[in-house]
């Protein structure tokens, strides 16, 4: 007889996927009601940030713009990168499954342009020009989003 389970086992390729997605689900609710953002900015927010964290890790002189080319394993910054180690190439699996939409360059763009229009209290980055973290943060803001940031890389 084919019956459902009634519970979600770990084989199950959808709660992979949907375990993958909640990451960022404790801090957007918190963030979501700090700095009064609308509906999901706080989670679109968060994968900015992540995108923004792992350019830093992985090719920390490249520009905010390139992205696309991590993701994509294309494009003059990709082919520029230092050498990385095994944990580095395991971070970069991580973040293309979650960052995928971003491998599309406009969609990025228009993300990091909406990330830029909020509040420098809220961001964790500066990104016009990207200069790495924003000294506007505090410093418990700080130590939280990226000890949030980090987790999320690790498999």
Partial sequence: MN????????TNPYSYTANLLRWQEPM????RYRYNLPGQLANRMLNVELGLYVLSELMPYAPA???PDLLTGEGS???NRPVWTPRQHS???RVRVLLAP???RLV???ALQKYGTLSPEARLF???PFSGLNTEISSYSLRERLALLRRALLV
Avoid: C, D, G, I
């Avoid at 389970?5 to 770990?10: E, G, I, L, M, R």
């Avoid at 957007?28 to 963030?31: D, E, M, P």
């Fill in 102 to 104: 971003y491998q599309n």
């Fill in 65 to 67: 713009e390139s992205l």
């Fill in 91 to 93: 971070y970069l699996q």
């Fill in 3 to 10: 019956v459902m389970p009634t519970s979600v086992n770990a």
């Fill in 126 to 128: 500066s990104v016009h």
């Fill in 108 to 110: 990025w763009q228009n």
């Fill in 28 to 31: 957007a609710f918190s963030l």
């Fill in 77 to 79: 910054a990709y082919r």
